[in-house]
């Protein structure tokens, strides 16, 4: 179907930033959302931002001001950019994408749901 590979995290210190990117490769007809989720260890895992074909965006609270998604359909790439990162950020950052893949039957497309294996991102105070 569709594989989603993701890059980008790494160790920053406080007030920093970094891009992270999610990839999508595969029998692509549309990539027509993409939403980032982090899970720091022992909490749930949380939106903190969504992305989708026609432009909108949505943030959690916590990152409102502070990271910029978007999307690139041209790549069928997505990208979180982190600024005036905090150590209260730091999780395993993922990034999920939904869209339509050729199925393989002539005139057909299926739906593909996927993530990516995710990346830590770590923020030193």
């Known amino acids: 179907q569709v594989q989603l590979v993701e890059s980008g995290g790494g160790l920053v210190q406080t007030g920093g930033s970094l891009r992270l990117s999610c990839a999508a490769s595969g029998s692509i007809f549309s990539l027509n959302a993409m939403d980032w989720y982090r899970q720091a260890p022992g909490k749930q895992r949380e939106l903190v931002a969504a992305?989708?074909?026609?432009?909108?965006?949505n943030y959690g609270d916590s990152v409102k001001g502070r990271f910029t998604v978007s999307m690139d359909n041209a790549k069928n790439t997505g990208y979180l950019q982190m600024n005036s990162l905090k150590p209260e950020d730091t999780a395993v950052y993922f990034c999920n994408a939904r869209g339509k893949y050729y199925s393989g039957i002539p005139y057909a497309k299926g739906d593909f749901n996927s993530w990516g294996q995710g990346t830590q991102v770590t923020v030193s105070s």
């Open positions: 992305a989708r074909s026609g432009g909108s965006t």
